[in-house]
């Protein structure tokens, strides 16, 4: 996953929370902080993983980067 995000030099990823919907199918999704070196929060990941959805999409998971204003920066399917 780290491979796809858009981190700058120092940042660091820290889990927030993990969610898990059992009435959706077990889909779970798991939501992180960026934080940068001195502690201050850059912005935000999240991944859900079993996607519903009517269209076929060649990924099983949603990685969603956001930046510190809540825009997103990343939205890919892997």
């Not at 999704?29 to 960026?34: D, G, L, P, S, V």
């Amino acid at each position: 996953m780290i491979d796809y995000l858009k981190l700058a030099e120092g940042e660091r990823l820290t889990l927030l929370r993990e969610t898990h919907l059992h009435t959706q199918g077990q889909t779970s999704i798991k939501e992180w902080q960026i934080v940068d070196s001195q502690g201050t929060i850059t912005g935000g990941v999240t991944l859900r993983d079993r996607m519903n959805s009517r269209r076929s999409y060649s990924g099983e998971y949603r990685l969603t980067q956001r930046d510190r204003q809540g825009d997103i920066v990343l939205d890919r399917l892997i």
